[in-house]
Every structure is written in C-alpha cells, then in structure tokens.
C-alpha cells in the first residue's frame, strides 16, 4: 500500500496562487505515476496533472495548461501542484493519487484537501 497526505489547500483570491503538496510514504517503490485531481462542488472528478515517478513524463490537463505545474521532489517522495492565477471555478476538493505498477489507473488516493477561491 501507498499512504499519500495531501497539503496546503485553503483560502486565496482571485488572480492569487497556492502550491499543493502531497506526501507519499509506505510502498513508494511500487509506484508509477502520481497524479492531482479535482472535484468541484456537485461535479465530477477531473484530471489535472500526471508526472512519472521518474519525473521523466509530465502531462497536464489542457484546461489547466499554463497555470498549474505539477513537479517531484525525489528526496523527499513529494509531489507539488503549483496553481497560478487561481479562479473561483477551480475551487474544489484536491486529491493526490498514485498509479502503482501493473495497475491500469491511479488507484491509491489521499484524503483531499479544500482549495476555496473566492473573487
């Protein structure tokens, strides 16, 4: 198992920014990608960013292309969500998640942390 602890949601304004970090520990040989996702209030879950545990492939959704950055500390086994130019309808619940290898998808997932923008 894969434990993942995100951080560093909260409260910002419009045009603000907020870095999220998430924290993996516990079988982090077995992982293959780690990835941020979203879920706005009454909607779905969206995919924001991937990167390869080797950092070595990064893939951003197009509807966060240019402002969110996704990024890997290998000594610490953190991964980072960099958000600029926040606007109220990225607010929702963030959610850090790892791919482990052989899995088809990201199946391990942390608690979700709150990013509320407000204009």
């Known amino acids: 198992q894969v434990q993942l602890v995100e951080s560093g949601g909260g409260s910002v304004q419009s045009g603000g920014s907020l870095r999220l970090s998430c924290a993996a520990s516990?079988?982090?040989?077995?992982?293959?990608?780690m990835g941020w996702f979203r879920q706005p209030p009454g909607k779905e879950r969206e995919f924001l960013a991937r990167?390869?545990?080797?950092?070595?492939?990064?893939l951003h959704a197009d509807s966060v292309k240019g402002r969110f950055t996704i990024s890997r500390d290998k000594t610490m086994n953190n991964v980072y969500l960099q958000m600029n130019i926040l606007k109220p309808e990225d607010t929702a619940v963030y959610y850090c998640?790892?791919?482990?290898?052989?899995?088809?998808?990201?199946?391990?997932w942390g608690q979700g942390t709150q990013v509320t923008v407000s204009s």
């Open positions: 990167i390869g545990w080797s950092a070595s492939t990064i």
């Open positions: 998640a790892a791919q482990r290898v052989g899995a088809a998808k990201f199946d391990q």
């Open positions: 516990g079988r982090t040989n077995s992982i293959l990608a």
